[in-house]
Structure formats: structure tokens, C-alpha cells
């Protein structure tokens, strides 16, 4: 099983194309079944009754993962998306997170404390000094 960690959603495909793109969607946070297959430019994709579903954008960014492996945060001071797990690679273009929003995605370890790796790019867990800019809303989804 799988949860949709856009916060967009994800719209299914036709075929395991990522071009090929329906008008119905998987919610954020709606859990799926199926099976995993490998597609156009080698994304994998989760074939469901009702379409398929890519795990991955083109870019590497995570659009579904395991149900067990998920986590959820609330923002605890407002941020900008980072593009890898550094604190200093910052993602302008995803724009920001702003407090008292709930975020998801999977926990990953980065290059001075932990990361919450989204599909808009990756949130510190705390600032360079400690202090905590996510806090855990709920240990799975």
C-alpha cells in the first residue's frame, strides 16, 4: 500500500507514460494498491484499477511512497523548500512553507540533521542551532 504525498495530488495516466495524463487524481494523503511497473524514461508507476500513478516526477521528486514510511509534520516556523538535504540549498522556485501548515513525506537524513523529503523539494527538521522547524503532527499515515 501507498500513500500520495503530493500535497497537489496526482493525476493518473493512461499508460505508464508520464505524458499521458488523465483528468481524475489520487488526493494527497489517499492510499493506494497495485502494481508496480516500469514505464517511459524508467519511472515507475503504481497500476491500479483505476490508472496508473507515477511514484516519481521526472526530476527524482517523490510523488507516492510506502503507507508505513510516511510521516506528517505541522510547520513550526515558516520556510523555503530546499533542493537537496542541506540547509543552504535553498529552492526558490517551490516557494514556502508557512506556519501551522501540515506537510508529508519521508524522513531522510541530511548533511547537518534530519529532512523531510517532499515532492516540492526537502524541509529541515531543525535550523543549524536545534531548534525544531517541523513538528511531528502524527507518526504515520
Excluded: W
Excluded at 107 to 132: C, H, I
Aim: hydrophobic share 35%.
Amino acid at each position: 500500500m501507498y500513500t500520495v504525498i503530493c500535497a497537489a495530488g496526482v493525476r493518473l495516466r493512461n499508460t505508464p507514460n508520464f505524458e499521458d495524463v488523465r483528468s481524475d487524481q489520487a488526493t494527497s494523503g489517499g492510499t493506494l494498491t497495485g502494481n508496480m511497473v516500469c514505464g517511459q524514461n524508467g519511472i515507475y508507476y503504481l497500476q491500479t484499477q483505476n490508472g496508473y500513478v507515477p511514484f516519481y516526477k521526472p526530476d527524482g521528486s517523490p510523488l507516492l511512497a510506502p503507507v508505513d514510511q510516511v510521516e506528517q509534520y505541522q510547520v513550526a516556523q515558516g520556510m523555503e523548500f530546499r533542493r537537496t538535504a542541506n540547509f543552504h540549498d535553498l529552492k526558490h522556485e517551490s516557494g514556502q512553507v508557512v506556519v501551522g501548515q501540515s506537510v508529508m513525506g519521508l524522513r531522510v537524513p541530511g548533511s547537518e540533521s534530519a529532512y523531510l523529503q517532499t515532492s516540492d523539494g526537502f524541509l529541515p527538521m531543525n535550523d543549524p542551532n536545534g531548534k525544531p522547524l517541523l513538528s511531528l503532527s502524527l507518526i504515520h499515515i
